[in-house]
């Protein structure tokens, strides 16, 4: 094993973007990055990808491959004073016909006033920036900025892609150097282990390597995997796009009508920290806009769940969460009571209004009588199976239906007896 004190990640990150692995459709013949790497490019370029993908690896190789200035800095250690003297110190190095390369990592902990001083050197091309963030640009850094680079996702890398790269590390004289082999299995399992990052696997890797050698095993087996790295890496972040991704995900599979997908989505959050009282509202919402009278008894189950998660709290309210939205997945759908209140509520936003009806005004109070108040109301009861033909909407609105029911579910029901009441109103004998 190479005798470095750096991390077996660090000793094996590539030295050429012909070694980045998974992101072949950024690295090619005349691609930006290319042509920064070869000193050609002067276009900004933001990398956005989550960890562990080659962000860093990629600002690495230009930094040893470019014949302009590189200039590395991080956001969540310089500030605005740094980032001022790195822009002075480029522009004289302009003067002097010499480009700059600035490298910012985490750009997106920079304040959008903090990005806003490098607008101008950006625009006129005093430095060329690389920025590296784990955030989606469009909501992370200044839209200026956004307009003036390059937007670079980077992919996660998959199982297969992340094996390969264990297996280089093993055998390669910066890694492992081939003291110890390992098995396929193990090979895979670190693989599925790091979720797409690459830095994780090989930490993951040096770990096992360490064990085995230390124990005297010329491989790394499952048993070594197991025993000493830990449960997978989750991405997920409770403000960015992994939050909002993945509850999309979640939501869409209950709206789609499959237990399976749901309640991956929903042990995705749960593992990696999500708020419960978030994903039981969520529920309750969802009980009601996708289901709602397709099967009425869903939304008691959904607010349930909730009042269970605050009651008992994790871990045992998982169950719940996890009976709520198989309740909502597996029930029939309908939207029919979203559609009625949205075109009810665009209707009053038009102006769709009008006067109370003087039938359906309050008449309890003394003097409502005098102002014919409820004059003329039927009162339903006092008619044949409690229904009887009067006007309810105000004259602006009369005749509009919102609540149209489907035919699925319990709302075939409701379809049906929605159409004999039309008809009995129409025809009481």
Known sequence: MATSHQPLAARMRPTSLEDVVGQDHLIFPGSPLNLLASGKGTSSVLLYGPPGCGKTTIASVIATSTDQHFVELSATSAGVADVRKTLAAAAKSREAGEGTVVFLDEIHRFSKAQQDVLLPAV???TITLIGATTENPSFSVNSALVSRSILMVLRPLGTPEIAQLIRRAVADERGLDDQLTIDEHATEM????????TRQALNRLEICAETGLAAGNAEITPKIVAQVTGAATQRFDRDGDQHYDIISAFIKSMRGSDPQGTLHW????????????????????????????????VLSIAVAAAQAV??????????????????????????????????????????RTGEVPKHLRDAHYPGAAALGHGAGYLYPHDYPHGVVAQEYLP???????????TLNGFE????????????????PA
């Open 123 to 125: 625009e006129a091309g």
């Open 190 to 197: 670190i693989a599925q282990l790091a979720s797409g990052d």
């Open 266 to 297: 929903l042990a995705r959050m749960l593992q990696a920290g999500e708020d419960p009282r978030y994903v039981a509202r969520r529920l309750v919402v969802h009980a009601s806009e996708d289901v709602g009278m397709a099967d009425p008894s």
């Open 310 to 351: 605050q009651l008992i709290g994790m871990p045992e309210a998982r169950i719940n969460l996890a009976h709520a939205a198989v309740a909502i997945a597996t029930a029939p759908k309908s939207p029919a009571i979203c559609r009625g209140i949205d075109a009810a509520l665009e209707d009053v936003r038009r102006g």
């Open 395 to 405: 004259a602006a609105a009369a005749g509009t239906r919102y609540y149209e029911p």
């Open 412 to 427: 075939q029901n409701i379809s049906a007896r929605l159409a004999a009441i039309r008809k009995f109103v129409r025809n």
